[in-house]
């Protein structure tokens, strides 16, 4: 079993850790040490994953715009070629791009230093092979490797400098001009106008080497260069000042749209040229309404903590199939591809974050290829009159929407929370009106009637803390209030739970 120590850089299917110093209190984790031992672990991971010796392994290493990177980049390539591994380095890169390695270039592996949208002082790894991302357990074995000290081989690799994001965005590129299909075929964005914000992450390659070279406009576009303090705003299509930022630059240039990515581009978000959010809800509309084009029927799985009105536009508008799933991108991937395995035709899963990954894409959460498909829906929609704001007027969108985070006192957190969930549910059974989701598959959703509060909320735990979200949605003004005012009926008769933020909301 992984020690404590070991164990405080396991984030999901992610390593991560304080990587720079900066922030009180803060000590640097992701010592030269560590990330040498964890690379190490990888190699040994991918020798049994491939049944190949580390000398025969070719795996790429890329890094977003962080102020560590270059520092862990050189650790992980001293461990990767202490062990005879042919090292790809490919430079400031996205996320999306270092999987694309193994396809492309057919590496065995490759690493991405990351840590996602978290502060500037944080770094991570993530690690891909031509199945995809890493899972959990993937990452507990790598790190079982680490605490053991356990090392391949010594060996004498090598080093090659590579850019493949040039070939990744000539990718992109190309599939624009057969996408859209225009007159001009090498420059089928012009007269288009799409601004975009990469928050000073890994980005800005989409208008410099994506959108420009195919004739779009993309003056507007702010914080391109990557600054790894990230002096403007946190680059996170879910932060509300981020999306604040990127809604106005869109107004102020009067652009057709705009485009915003994380730090590592395997989220993206948009913005219509009233400077409307296409976030969240709307934006797995769209993706939806695109994915099922091709695939009628087809079922689109989602995070949880989807709204109603979404479920009915999926199925009722758009003649799909919604399937809700757990919170975190992996499980809501791996559940997509679990279906399509068993014969559903499942062409997209999608994360309310902003992580959306298509089966015609490797079911990889490609940010700029979400945003990709987007800017071709509406190059299309434009030659046809139209425009994407009116793929969206079916959906229905709740009048309030709110998230509550309870922090969970006792030691072992997930016995406590299951342990409420399973008495809300006995609870929810008994009060009337209260209607247990069909197809609830993570922590408990009751839906509530016009005369109690015409919407629903879902309690989960959380994917990583021992903490309990509470997700409250209504389609009437003030209904957010009454419905957070019955299930306080229930909360404060529970342990173990800090429900404080309840009672701030209902006042």
Same mark, same amino acid.
């Given at each position: 079993?992984?020690?404590k120590?070991?164990?405080? &850089?396991?984030?999901?299917?992610?390593?991560?850790?304080? /990587?720079?110093?900066?922030?009180p209190?803060?000590?640097?984790?992701?010592?030269?040490?560590?990330?040498?031992?964890?690379?190490?672990?990888?190699?040994?991971?991918?020798?049994?994953?491939?049944?190949?010796?580390? @000398?025969?392994?070719?795996?790429?290493?890329?890094?977003?715009?962080?102020?560590?990177?270059?520092?862990?980049?050189?650790?992980?390539?001293r461990?990767?070629?202490?062990?005879?591994?042919?090292?790809?380095?490919?430079?400031?890169? @996205?996320?999306?791009?270092?999987?694309?390695?193994?396809?492309?270039?057919?590496?065995?592996?490759?690493?991405?230093?990351?840590? @996602?949208?978290?502060?500037?002082?944080?770094?991570?790894?993530?690690?891909?092979?031509?199945?995809?991302?890493?899972?959990?357990?993937?990452?507990?074995?790598?790190?079982?490797?680490a605490?053991?000290?356990?090392?391949?081989?010594?060996?004498?690799?090598?080093?090659?400098?590579?850019?493949?994001?040039?070939?990744?965005?000539a990718?992109?590129?190309?599939?624009?001009?057969?996408?859209?299909n225009?007159?001009?075929?090498?420059?089928?964005? /012009?007269?288009?106008?799409?601004?975009?914000?990469?928050?000073?992450?890994?980005?800005?390659?989409?208008?410099?080497d994506?959108?420009?070279?195919?004739?779009?406009?993309?003056?507007?576009? $702010?914080?391109?260069?990557?600054?790894g303090?990230?002096?403007?705003?946190?680059?996170?299509?879910?932060?509300?000042?981020?999306?604040?930022?990127?809604?106005?630059?869109?107004?102020?240039?009067?652009?057709?749209?705009?485009?915003?990515?994380?730090?590592?581009?395997?989220?993206?978000?948009?913005?219509d040229?009233k400077?409307?959010?296409?976030?969240?809800?709307?934006?797995?509309?769209?993706?939806?309404?695109?994915?099922?084009?091709?695939?009628?029927?087809?079922?689109?799985?989602?995070?949880?903590?989807?709204?109603?009105?979404?479920?009915?536009?999926?199925?009722?508008?758009?003649?799909?199939?919604?399937?809700?799933?757990?919170?975190?991108?992996?499980?809501?991937?791996?559940?997509?591809?679990?279906?399509?395995?068993?014969?559903?035709?499942?062409?997209?899963?999608?994360?309310?974050?902003?992580?959306?990954?298509?089966?015609?894409?490797?079911?990889l959460?490609?940010?700029?290829?979400?945003?990709?498909?987007?800017?071709i829906?509406?190059?299309?929609?434009?030659?046809?009159?139209?425009?994407?704001?009116?793929?969206?007027?079916p959906?229905?969108?709740?009048?309030?929407?709110?998230?509550?985070?309870?922090?969970?006192?006792?030691?072992?957190?997930?016995?406590?929370?299951?342990?409420?969930?399973?008495?809300?549910? /006995?609870?929810?059974? $008994?009060?009337?009106?209260w209607?247990?989701?069909?197809?609830?598959?993570?922590?408990?959703?009751?839906?509530?009637?016009?005369?109690?509060?015409?919407?629903?909320?879902?309690?989960?735990?959380?994917?990583?803390?021992?903490?309990?979200?509470?997700?409250?949605?209504?389609?009437?003004p003030?209904?957010?209030?009454?419905?957070?005012?019955?299930?306080?009926? &229930?909360?404060?008769?529970?342990?173990?739970l800090?429900? @404080?933020?309840?009672?701030?909301?209902?006042?």
């Amino acid at each position: 079993m992984l020690t404590k120590y070991w164990k405080q &850089f396991k984030s999901g299917t992610d390593i991560r850790g304080v /990587a720079s110093e900066g922030v009180p209190g803060q000590e640097i984790s992701l010592t030269d040490e560590n990330i040498e031992k964890m690379a190490a672990g990888f190699v040994l991971w991918l020798e049994a994953f491939t049944q190949k010796d580390a @000398s025969a392994l070719t795996v790429a290493v890329g890094h977003d715009s962080r102020i560590s990177a270059d520092r862990i980049q050189a650790a992980v390539t001293r461990s990767l070629t202490g062990a005879g591994v042919r090292v790809l380095d490919c430079g400031l890169a @996205s996320t999306p791009s270092m999987f694309m390695t193994t396809v492309d270039l057919g590496c065995d592996g490759s690493i991405q230093i990351t840590a @996602s949208h978290h502060p500037f002082n944080r770094n991570g790894l993530k690690f891909f092979t031509r199945s995809g991302g890493l899972d959990a357990p993937d990452i507990e074995q790598i790190l079982l490797h680490a605490q053991e000290g356990g090392r391949p081989l010594p060996g004498s690799g090598t080093v090659e400098k590579v850019d493949y994001m040039a070939r990744y965005c000539a990718n992109l590129r190309e599939k624009i001009k057969s996408g859209v299909n225009a007159a001009d075929y090498e420059h089928p964005l /012009a007269g288009f106008k799409i601004v975009v914000d990469a928050g000073n992450g890994a980005g800005g390659f989409y208008a410099r080497d994506v959108l420009a070279p195919l004739g779009a406009d993309t003056d507007g576009s $702010q914080f391109l260069e990557p600054d790894g303090t990230f002096p403007n705003h946190i680059p996170n299509p879910e932060n509300e000042a981020a999306m604040q930022s990127v809604c106005a630059a869109t107004v102020a240039a009067k652009a057709d749209m705009g485009v915003i990515f994380d730090t590592d581009v395997d989220r993206g978000g948009a913005v219509d040229t009233k400077g409307d959010e296409i976030n969240r809800n709307r934006l797995v509309a769209i993706a939806s309404a695109i994915a099922l084009e091709d695939n009628p029927g087809g079922t689109i799985v989602t995070d949880s903590i989807t709204s109603s009105g979404l479920k009915t536009y999926i199925e009722k508008t758009l003649g799909g199939k919604h399937h809700r799933f757990k919170r975190g991108y992996k499980n809501v991937i791996n559940e997509a591809i679990r279906l399509n395995e068993t014969g559903v035709n499942c062409p997209l899963a999608i994360e309310t974050s902003g992580h959306a990954a298509l089966r015609e894409n490797y079911f990889l959460d490609d940010g700029a290829y979400l945003v990709t498909k987007i800017i071709i829906k509406m190059a299309r929609l434009r030659a046809q009159g139209k425009t994407l704001e009116s793929l969206l007027l079916p959906l229905a969108e709740p009048a309030e929407a709110a998230e509550l985070r309870f922090p969970i006192l006792e030691e072992n957190f997930r016995e406590c929370g299951n342990r409420i969930i399973s008495d809300l549910e /006995a609870y929810a059974k $008994q009060q009337t009106g209260w209607q247990i989701a069909p197809d609830n598959r993570e922590g408990i959703r009751i839906s509530f009637g016009k005369e109690n509060g015409n919407g629903w909320f879902l309690l989960r735990l959380s994917v990583h803390d021992p903490l309990m979200p509470l997700n409250v949605e209504s389609d009437t003004p003030g209904g957010n209030r009454l419905i957070a005012e019955q299930l306080y009926g &229930f909360l404060r008769t529970c342990s173990g739970l800090d429900i @404080s933020p309840l009672k701030k909301f209902i006042g």
